[in-house]
């Protein structure tokens, strides 16, 4: 299979059918925008179908994996309900795409990964995690439900109560901790990250493609289980994006300032 009409993702042909993947704009710390939204939401179907893959492996360009939706992205839905109707579908491909891909995908999670960056990164098969690099939802600090992977997988890697905390707070998490708490395979100096990732691939590459591929479609029986707990979260996110708290949130995002969301609005204490 031919991958070169890709424009935010590159890829790497290794031996043993070894796939690396990266995602490219390291401009803006590889943020997602439509068009590679849109990429990532297509890619795991066709590395599925591609009889040269047996494995994948997904890093970021530059300093960081993923640093979430670009905000101009996030602008141009808020009210759009065509827009936010195209963004369910398109996240609904691209979370059942990599819980379907037959093929093991494993992330090298070289620094920040933030929203449609933290689906890729925790997604995957395996994670392969910088300790310092910086992880977290943040959904609700834009003024959106947690939406996307997050309702569905939080709580099966690290548990009720730090799934929680983390999504209905919206603070990020190192590395260090992420590994702690189950979030993520491994935690590594930075330096390790990429080279970890691609000798576990190998070590899956060059074993029983059947064995391995079918081990990955029965435990991800857990998440196709949990597929009305996704639907849902994706279903609300998207609502918010027809609520004004969301304007508050971007625009609190480029101003650099806490937001001040008009749901939030303070009111006097009752006597």
């Not at 939401?41 to 009889?51: F, I, L």
């Not at 995908?105 to 395996?126: F, K, P, R, W």
């Not at 919206?170 to 970890?196: C, S």
């Not at 971007?250 to 006097?268: G, M």
Request: hydrophobic share 45%; charged share 20%.
């Amino acid at each position: 299979m031919n991958f070169s009409d890709y424009q935010h993702l590159l890829f790497e042909r290794r031996a043993n059918g070894v796939l690396l993947i990266t995602l490219n704009r390291p401009e803006v710390f590889n943020a997602t925008n439509e068009t590679m939204h849109a990429e990532l939401a297509r890619v795991w179907g066709e590395v599925s179908a591609d009889p040269e893959t047996r494995v994948a492996v997904v890093t970021g360009a530059g300093k960081a994996f993923s640093a979430g939706g670009d905000l101009s992205m996030v602008e141009a839905m808020a009210g759009d309900h065509e827009r936010v109707a195209d963004m369910l579908d398109e996240m609904s491909r691209l979370v059942y795409g990599l819980v379907d891909c037959n093929k093991p995908v494993i992330s090298a999670i070289n620094g920040v990964a933030v929203g449609a960056g933290t689906v890729v990164a925790l997604l995957a098969d395996i994670s392969v995690c910088a300790e310092d690099a910086k992880l977290g939802d943040g959904h609700v600090k834009l003024g959106v439900a947690a939406g996307d992977h997050a309702a569905i997988l939080w709580p099966l890697l690290a548990g009720m109560a730090k799934a929680k905390y983390y999504l209905m707070t919206g603070e990020m998490i190192t590395g260090a901790e992420a590994e702690r708490i189950g979030l993520v395979t491994k935690a590594l100096p930075r330096d390790q990250v990429l080279d970890e990732a691609l000798r576990i691939a190998e070590v899956m590459a060059t074993g029983s493609q059947n064995a391995i591929r079918w081990t990955k479609k029965s435990l991800n029986n857990w998440m196709r289980n949990a597929g009305p707990i996704f639907d849902q979260s994706a279903a609300y996110e998207m609502l918010c994006f027809m609520a004004p708290d969301v304007v508050e949130g971007y625009t609190a995002l480029r101003e650099k300032r806490a937001p001040a969301f008009p749901s939030a609005a303070p009111t006097a204490p009752t006597a």
